[in-house]
């Protein structure tokens, strides 16, 4: 079946410029996980869904970040005004109910704020 | 200090050989650990989950060791298909949805 999809899967902007990074999770997975991975680095922690809520938003790094969820599917992160320091790559995960440990990954969308 | 911390590596691994690494964690609340594997440019894939009481998958072995905080993955028999970036997680105590994730210990296994 299909997994979860991003996009774009590349993102080259301008530093100040607005970017909407899209995250399309595997049908039934109600959980959905929103990561950041610079080069070299660990995945960070962004914000996770339950649903359509977000009970835990502390990951992500200022309030140029939101990220929003609808009809239980569909996610999007938000970076308002990029800064350099956002150049990452972006991953989404989901996960079914009661199994959060097991996330599926999505490609990732590579962002570069020049 | 980052709550899970790895040795980046790498470790270099004749081909049917052992390697072992670990994984601290500083959140002694944690309650769950796993083990996800990265290739390079690729997305992570949980590889296993680990066990208060150990557990194994086929040639890999996981151990939790809680007094000292720590977890580890041994690797028996390696095969050039197990170069990867290994990837420790640790499920927060806090937020049941949060898993705190180690930037990794790369393993190359040569022929």
């Known amino acids: 079946g299909a997994g979860v999809s991003q996009s774009p899967s590349n993102k080259v902007t301008e530093k100040g410029k607005d970017v909407e990074l899209r995250c399309d999770p595997i049908s039934g997975h109600t959980a959905l996980y929103w990561y950041r991975q610079s080069l070299g680095q660990g995945l960070e922690f962004l914000i996770y869904f339950q649903g359509n809520s977000a009970p835990d938003k502390s990951g992500l790094p200022s309030d140029r970040f939101s990220a929003e969820r609808t009809g239980g599917s569909v996610s999007t992160l938000t970076i308002q005004r990029t800064q350099q320091e956002d150049s990452a790559v972006y991953l989404c995960?989901?996960?079914?109910?009661?199994?959060?440990?097991?996330?599926?990954f999505g490609p990732g969308t590579r962002l570069t704020v020049t | 200090r980052k709550e899970v911390e790895q040795d980046p590596g790498p470790f270099n691994v004749p081909e049917g050989a052992t390697v072992a690494f670990n994984c601290t964690y500083s959140?002694?609340?944690?309650?769950?650990f796993f083990w996800y594997r990265q290739d390079c440019r690729k997305e992570p894939k949980l590889l296993m989950s680990?066990?208060?009481s150990g557990n194994e998958d086929g040639r890999f072995t996981a151990q939790l060791n809680r007094a000292s905080q720590y977890i580890s993955l041994l690797i028996r028999d390696s095969k050039l298909s197990d170069s990867a970036t290994y990837l420790c997680v640790v499920g927060s105590g806090d937020s049941w949805g949060k898993f705190q994730f180690g930037a990794g210990t790369q393993v190359v296994v040569t022929p």
């Open positions: 680990v066990y208060s």
């Open positions: 995960a989901s996960s079914i109910p009661g199994q959060f440990h097991e996330q599926y």
């Open positions: 959140n002694s609340a944690s309650q769950s």
